[in-house]
């Protein structure tokens, strides 16, 4: 049995039905296992109002399943056709400036619709009807990357509505919303539910709670719609296939957890160097890892699904060559696409999926790359993605384990500090990338938590400046036994995006003895320079007055505080480098008595069972060695873009 499979995204809709066999024949020859189909179909599926042409779909599973592809079947909800639109245009979203989102591109719908949920509902129970006993079908993915384009918040008349119907439904009472939000400040005061509108167009920044509250709402209708969803599968003849939905990377619009609680397995959409190009990411970055991705950036993405999937991940879409929507799409190194999918494979994949099969040479994703060109050539990425199938075939299947460090990851945390900024370069997500990419600079594999995971067997809990901390989660860390960091901003806000009755951290106070006072937040430029080990350092961006009666194991020059510690638990109170960040984590895990290795720039590390995986994201030629182990693929000296897979026998 192969370590993990790799599977391709076909759309047999935009080629001659005489070209889909060769196409087949072609993925089965290239290593190719699993095909997802179908998620932008419904036009060619439903062509009109009630009438379906299913002869196309039926033969191209069928030259799917005679290469004996597995084929990864989609409901094709997140492009409506336009007949839908024409008889009801109101399903049509409506963003933050009161403007309708037309049709012409895709996810042009409202989450809240209840006309395009029961639309929905009617064709994907069609699809699931026909096709969901067909033996080749092993899977089924929801829609298609819900939210994206900023389509998981909308400003519709009818979705002021539905969020009436639902801040009632929350707190039954109009006095209790007037508490929670703060409405006595600015005469915001609201006498039934009735009244509450939506949060845009007022003059000046709206209420903190009331956006929260709405981001609360929306991230609940994205749960719902998917929840229908998935239920029409639970109730099907083929119930026994595993059911996903393709996230996305750097993007959190609604609460993945939530909506991962229906899917059996979550899957991802992996594009490192689109991102690398879009991120908050240096230009010294930026132009280092141009061809090859940031070393950190696709691998916090799979930790942090492999949590949302509750153990279970993989990619859906593997970038394989240069994307066509970002300001720079550069060319990935010739070895790139095998380097991420094997990447991917040592986080815990169970597959990775490429985007696309063909190039097609129109309409707008005409220069995004594919595994054959658009004449049907090999295109670059074909020749590294078959090694890839190859290596993984011969290296034996393994399961993840448990790190020893957890990161706790919160989606209200990422919408609040949107709502709040107070400082740039302080965003939640970032700042969770922030403390992960210190953390694997150590040569240790993480797992990501949210406020209700079982903390026990950790070495390491890490806060990253987590707004919104419950006192559930922080009774738990204090029963772990673990040692706890915790970062600046962290419990910084209840669960109304009010500051806590007392003070910053928050709850966070039963781990660490201290309250924030004042928040110095620093424009570019600015800086308090500190040093610890003989090393100089700078904290930028915020920085914390702190009241305690501990003293700071570190103060700044100007003889303010920076890291404070009791009981090995710490709160560092400002912006600090990464660099600094993982010598404080070395320090705390050492007094433990866990050993960490540390690896040197641009080299990552990943265990999967008794296999490590080293992977050189640097130009520079990376050594790595595992004392005891066998090395069964690469070379100990790593050219950037390559990767070595050693097998410790008897783990």
């Known amino acids: 049995m192969a370590l993990a499979s790799l599977g391709v995204c076909y759309y047999p809709e935009h080629w001659p039905q005489k070209l889909w066999a060769e196409h087949a024949r072609t993925m089965r020859s290239g290593g190719i296992k699993l095909v997802r189909i179908a998620e932008f179909a419904w036009s060619r599926i439903e062509p009109s109002p009630g009438h379906f042409d299913w002869q196309w779909l039926d033969t191209a599973i069928e030259t799917l399943a005679t290469e004996d592809l597995q084929i990864i079947m989609c409901t094709p909800t997140a492009c409506p056709p336009l007949w839908l639109i024409e008889r009801s245009p109101d399903i049509l979203p409506v963003d933050i400036n009161d403007n309708v989102r037309r049709f012409g591109s895709r996810r042009h719908y409202r989450f809240a619709s209840a006309v395009y949920r029961d639309e929905s509902a009617r064709i994907s129970q069609a699809v699931i009807d026909r096709y969901a006993a067909h033996p080749a079908i092993v899977g089924w993915q929801l829609d298609n990357e819900y939210g994206c384009h900023e389509t998981t918040l909308s400003y519709s008349p009818d979705d002021e509505r539905v969020f009436q119907r639902w801040l009632e439904k929350r707190y039954d009472d109009i006095d209790a919303l007037n508490r929670a939000w703060g409405t006595v400040f600015w005469s915001q005061e609201y006498r039934s539910f009735a009244e509450v509108g939506l949060p845009n167009l007022t003059v000046t920044e709206v209420n903190p709670a009331h956006r929260l509250d709405y981001w609360r709402f929306a991230s609940e209708q994205v749960r ?32 993945h957890f939530a909506v991962g609680e229906d899917l059996d397995v979550a899957t991802w959409d992996s594009y490192p160097l689109g991102f690398l190009d879009q991120g908050w990411f240096s230009d010294e970055e930026k132009l280092l890892y141009r061809r090859i991705g940031h070393p950190d950036w ?104 448990a790190a020893p460090i957890a990161i706790l990851f919160d989606y209200p945390s990422c919408w609040a500090s949107t709502i709040q900024p107070h400082a740039p370069g302080m965003d939640q997500l970032e700042s969770a990338f922030h ?37 559930a989660f922080v009774a738990r860390a204090k029963a772990s036994g673990a040692a706890c960091l915790i970062g600046a901003r962290s419990g910084s806000r209840d669960e109304h995006c009010a500051l806590p009755t007392t003070l910053a951290p928050g709850a966070l106070q039963e781990i660490i003895p201290l309250r924030v006072l004042a928040v110095d937040s620093m424009r570019s430029g600015a800086v308090r320079s500190f040093n610890y080990a003989g090393e100089s350092y700078e904290a930028s961006r915020w920085h914390e ?31 600090v480098p990464a660099e600094f960040l993982t010598v404080v984590m070395e320090k705390i895990l050492s007094a433990r008595d866990y050993r960490c290795r ?19 994201f640097s130009p520079d030629i990376r050594r790595f060695e595992v004392e005891g182990a066998s090395r069964v693929l690469g070379d100990i000296d790593l050219l950037q873009g ?5 097998n410790t026998p008897g783990e």
């Open 598 to 616: 540390p690896v040197p720039k641009g080299l990552r590390v990943r265990s999967r069972g008794s296999l490590t995986f080293a992977f050189n």
């Open 545 to 575: 007055s702190v009241e305690s009666e501990l003293e700071p194991r570190i103060r700044c020059d100007d003889s303010a505080g920076l890291w404070y510690s009791a009981n090995n638990n710490h709160y560092i109170n400002a912006h």
């Open 224 to 255: 719902q719609f998917n929840k229908e969803q998935r239920q029409l599968l639970r109730e099907s003849r083929g119930s026994e296939r595993w059911v996903t939905h393709n996230f996305m990377g750097n993007f959190v619009e609604f609460d």
């Open 642 to 646: 390559s990767y070595a897979v050693w």
């Open 435 to 471: 403390y992960y990419s210190a953390a694997r600079t150590l040569g240790l594999d993480i797992d990501f938590v949210v406020a209700q995971s079982d903390l026990q067997g950790y070495e390491l809990i890490i806060v990253p400046g987590t707004i919104i901390v419950d006192s």
């Open 298 to 401: 696709a691998a916090f993405h799979h930790d942090l699904y492999r949590a949302v999937g509750r153990g279970r991940f993989a990619v859906m879409e593997q970038q394989p060559g240069p994307v066509n929507w970002a300001q720079s799409n550069a060319q990935p190194l010739d070895n790139a696409p095998a380097f991420w999918g094997m990447e991917a494979v040592a986080h815990g994949a169970e597959f990775v999926s490429y985007f696309r099969y063909q190039q097609l040479p129109r309409a707008q994703e005409q220069m995004h790359a594919a595994l054959r060109l658009p004449t049907g050539e090999a295109a670059p990425a074909w020749a590294p993605v078959g090694q890839l199938a190859s290596e993984l075939e011969n290296l034996p299947a393994t399961l993840s384990q």
